[in-house]
């Protein structure tokens, strides 16, 4: 408590003498056992997780105005160490890692910002944030009391609390940073540490508070959080979560709206239904602050995923996908979500505790009722509010239960918010908002359809990236002056000290006559054999591809084929994406472990692993940088022919004009097998075309507890074939790719697409709740709102820059099947094209009533009606004549 008056005062005496950031008034930020206190009132906040180096600063903006669309209070974002200090003392805030710019463009748009500085953030980032140079300071352990680690990570946060200080960003200063996190998830570490781990927490929360930062932290999975640090929940689900003690409030710094992906693994999906559920549970039952990670995931640009084999997408599933776009109907729903939640907030924040009655064996409610004072003191204006949540976590039915003398029916899996105590704002299971259906290919004018069939316009208009390539030959093995030789096999990360993923041992054997003879006469072959390596290896027997191999710290043991006499034996180890989660990450390391033999001799195993082994860091193409610039001739470049054999290990360039439309640009990488990839000098990321197992992918059911093998989809394709190029990293013309291929691939196949929403799908029956404007805070707390005379409304829309080109499919009754499999039912009212036309086409946006009125009367009495539309969008400039089908 003592510390939070010294926040509260040290605001007030800034407030006198320090100018404010122009972003906000200064204010103080505290806490009691309920909330954060944001200028002396409590709140109820909906954060959303932006990783600001996920995406370029000129996204930013984009990406901030539609999570303020979609109702958030906040936005979230780690701080990447390894960005911001790449080598010991040298720092970068410059590009995407411009962090001071992030924050100020948060500010700017009105809303608050929580800084997770760490430093250590998992978030599937390359070796979890930590620069790799800290492996080389003399005795240190990461994560743990001791005292190189300490020095190196107090250094970094303070330079991080510094310079926002300096800059004006906190509250206090009329900033946005309302809240800072120290250490990242430590309590599933703390254990392998022993005592060191428990005195560590003790002095990472001393030294973050310590450095007067105004502003309350946090400590995420820290169940021992000291009691001057709040601890929060991380989870797919947090309602069951409390804080270790009750003078702190009840917070959720990671709601896993989604998952990662490895390469060669499924793609997983969350129900927008589940998520919702879950956040409606969690402020049912007592939170008040809650965070989506992510609620933007953005693209693992360069070499900063994480792993291992993690890939270059890290869409997450998330509300905006990876290139900023909507996610529909995730990002809508929720939107909806928060804006039931705020017409509760009066009554959220008037009580530390709800109500709660047991409406049956798996429903209940909880009920937020003022009962007119304020933080313990009388108000001097009594309003009372009421406010209700209805659970139904039955998996399985649906429940009619009674509440306050009135009867409701609750889905299963559900959650029904009543912001007056009586009217239903929102269910979790009721989805109102519409379906996109997004593309990655070339907009189609609708006006020429008439004059070219479109199969005749699929090639025209659908063309690789180019048809002119050049080549050039990547060598195997030793390329350049700064090779060396050492006796033994040096851990890869030792020697590359992750500047690259590459790193090429070779030695070299005799083979004599007799070892020849004695293959041949036992018909019989040698094998190399690893006994532990990660995470790729690529074996040459001279100079020739004999094998490769993919794994975390498996054993590798293959035939290879020799001659008589001397011998190269060369190894690619090749790393992609370091650990990022777990105790001791810096003793994991990379490329081999154990001994490197060659087995099946005549005289026994010849061990290599004490043979002398050059050592070659990195591939000549990067050394020279050959991806930097077109006029870069240190490299041999030819001309690449159409029928040309492909080749291990080359490299390619061509020249490609940016498609002409504003939408997001993907490269399209499925023809190639595994490498890497430039866009005007711009490190794109990792690419490799591996298939997901065919089986596993099910009809997805959003009841029940989710976990990340559930609902995933991609069975049998490509985890990823489209590669996400920042608009602000292109020009109108002549940009250079340049792409690194490991495997026999050729580019002729390569393609660049427009990524956009096509098709826009919504259904909602007359018995949905009426649309969430209608209701006011003022209504609502004076309990006089009526809503039995509002019909429930459709909303859609298209990307910006877009407009509704064609119906594709439209029906009020009893339209059946979903977005893109639309049917007629028996009931069909005959003009609903017309009414859904004259009300959408040629818009960006609108607005449909679903009710017999709009419709021209009741097509079927007594029954239910529905109302399904499929609409596509198209660019405004491509809109003449659109096609009402």
């Given at each position: ?318 509300p905006l996908d990876e290139y900023g776009l909507l996610s529909q109907p995730k990002w809508g729903h929720l939107k909806d979500l928060h804006a039931a939640l705020k017409l509760c907030e009066p009554a959220l924040v008037a009580v530390h505790s709800p109500k709660y009655i047991k409406l049956g064996p798996k429903q209940e409610a909880h009920i937020y009722r003022d009962s007119g004072r304020r933080h313990g003191k ?247 940088k050959i991806y930097a610039s077109d006029k870069n001739e240190s490299m041999e470049w030819a001309e690449l022919p159409h029928d040309a054999t492909p080749t291990r290990f080359s490299w390619y360039k061509t020249h490609f004009d940016s498609p002409s439309e504003v939408d997001p640009v993907a490269l399209d990488l499925s023809s190639m097998g595994k490498g890497q990839v430039w866009v005007n000098g711009h490190h ?82 007359e018995d949905h709740y009426p649309p969430l404007n209608v209701w006011s805070r003022t209504q609502v707390s004076n309990e006089t709102i009526s809503l039995h005379s509002t019909v429930p409304e459709m909303h859609l829309k298209c990307d910006s820059g877009r407009k509704i080109s064609s119906i594709e499919f439209a029906s009020y009754g009893t339209p059946q099947g979903s977005c893109q499999k639309f049917s007629r ?61």
């Open positions: 408590m003592g510390t939070r008056f010294q926040w509260v005062f040290w605001g007030l005496v800034v407030q006198i003498w320090t100018v404010a950031g122009g972003y906000f008034e200064p204010f103080n930020v505290s806490y009691d056992s309920r909330a954060l206190v944001i200028d002396g009132n409590r709140r109820m906040l909906i954060s959303a997780g932006i990783h600001y180096p996920r995406a370029t600063p000129e996204m930013w903006p984009d990406l901030i105005s539609k999570s303020k669309e979609g109702g958030v209070d906040v936005i979230e974002t780690y701080v990447f160490w390894n960005g911001h200090e790449p080598l010991r003392g040298q720092y970068n805030f410059e590009g995407r890692y411009d962090i001071v710019k992030f924050v100020k463009q948060v500010g700017s748009s009105g809303l608050y910002l929580f800084l997770r500085i760490g430093p250590y953030v998992c978030a599937e980032w390359n070796f979890g944030g930590f620069p790799v140079w800290l492996r080389d300071i003399p005795g240190i352990e990461f994560r743990t009391d001791n005292i190189p680690f300490k020095e190196e990570m107090q250094r970094f946060v303070k330079r991080i609390v510094d310079l926002m200080r300096g800059e004006s960003l906190f509250s206090w200063q009329g900033g946005p940073i309302i809240m800072l996190q120290i250490e990242n998830e430590y309590g599933n570490m703390e254990s392998s540490y022993g005592s060191r781990g428990k005195d560590y927490v003790t002095w990472a929360a001393k030294m973050a508070v310590g450095l007067d930062a105004g502003v309350p932290w946090v400590m995420c999975k820290q169940v021992d959080a000291p009691e001057y640090i709040i601890d929060t929940c991380n989870g797919y689900y947090c309602d069951g979560f409390k804080p270790n003690s009750k003078k702190k409030p009840t917070f959720w710094t990671e709601n896993w709206v989604g998952w990662y992906t490895s390469w060669g693994d499924r793609l997983p999906h969350r129900p927008v239904e589940d998520v919702a559920f879950a956040v409606a549970r969690f402020f049912q039952r007592g939170g008040s602050f809650q965070n989506y990670y992510m609620y933007f995931g953005g693209t693992n640009f360069g070499r900063t995923a994480g792993g291992p084999n993690y890939i270059t997408s890290y869409d997450y599933d998330a009388q108000s001097s204006f009594y309003s009372p509010k009421c406010s209700a949540f209805l659970a139904n976590i039955d998996e399985h039915h649906s429940v009619t239960v009674k509440f306050l003398n009135e009867n409701y029916t609750l889905p299963p899996w559900s959650v029904s918010i009543l912001p007056d105590c009586r009217n239903i704002a929102f269910n979790t299971a009721k989805v109102g908002a519409q379906t996109s259906i997004k593309t990655v290919g070339f907009d189609v004018n609708p006006d020429l359809v008439d004059i070219v069939p479109l199969t005749l316009m699929t090639p025209l208009h659908i063309p690789y990236i180019s048809e002119t390539w050049s080549s050039a030959i990547e060598p195997i093995g030793v390329w350049g002056d700064s090779n060396f030789t050492y006796q033994g096999i040096l851990e890869h990360l030792n020697v590359t000290k992750d500047q690259t993923d590459y790193l090429w041992y070779t030695t070299r054997i005799y083979i004599s006559d007799e070892e020849i003879s004695f293959w041949e006469e036992n018909q019989g072959t040698p094998r190399l054999t690893i006994d532990s390596m990660r995470d790729f290896v690529y074996i040459f027997i001279n100079r020739k591809f004999a094998a490769s191999a993919k794994g975390k710290w498996k054993k590798v043991e293959h035939p290879v084929d020799l001659v008589q006499g001397y011998n190269d034996i060369t190894l690619l180890s090749i790393t992609v994406g370091l650990q990022n989660y777990g105790a001791f990450l810096e003793k994991d390391g990379a490329g081999f472990r154990g001994q490197i033999k060659l087995v099946g001799c005549k005289n026994g195993d010849l061990n290599l692993t004490e043979s002398m082994w050059t050592y070659q860091v990195g591939l000549k193409g990067e050394f020279l794109i990321g990792r690419y490799w075309t591996l298939n997901a197992p065919k089986d596993g992918c099910q009809t997805c059911d959003y009841r029940g507890t989710y976990d990340s093998d559930k609902c995933v989809t991609n069975c049998g394709d490509p985890t990823q074939s489209w590669y996400h190029i920042p608009r602000s990293w292109l020009q109108a013309s002549d940009n250079l790719l340049v792409i690194f291929e490991e495997r026999e691939n050729n580019p002729f196949k390569i393609s660049i697409k427009s990524h956009f929403t096509e098709t826009i799908c919504a259904k909602i029956s039912g028996d009931c069909h009212a005959a003009n609903s094209f017309l009414v859904v036309s004259q009300a959408c086409l040629g818009k960006q946006s609108c607005s449909i009533g679903v009710s017999n009125t709009v419709f021209g009367g009741d097509p079927c009495q007594g029954v239910i009606k529905t109302v399904s539309v499929e609409m596509k969008c198209s660019l405004t400039s491509h809109i003449g004549s659109a096609l009402v089908k």
